[in-house]
């Protein structure tokens, strides 16, 4: 293997590693808007803190049906 196909293999382990953290991050995210919402917090005060848009913030933490 020469050092191009080393610096290939790098990168690829690299953004994998990214992407598992993205993913772990998003998770973490999207859990604290539910709890959030279970708190009586609205999607436009989430909206404001996560620089999200309302809409994304409502539609992954919905209200609670009542």
């Known amino acids: 293997m020469d050092e ?3 610096r290939i293999q ?3 382990k ?3 590693r990214a992407e598992d ?3 772990r ?3 973490e995210l999207r859990d604290l808007l539910r709890e959030g919402r279970a708190a ?3 999607p436009s005060h ?5 620089g999200f848009t309302r809409e ?10 009542s």
């Open 10 to 12: 790098a990168a690829a």
């Open 21 to 23: 953290a993205l993913k």
């Open 4 to 6: 191009l196909d080393e």
């Open 40 to 42: 009586n917090k609205g």
């Open 46 to 50: 989430m909206a404001k803190l996560s």
């Open 56 to 65: 994304w913030v409502a539609r992954i933490a919905p209200a609670a049906k």
């Open 25 to 27: 991050a998003d998770e």
């Open 14 to 16: 690299k953004r994998a």
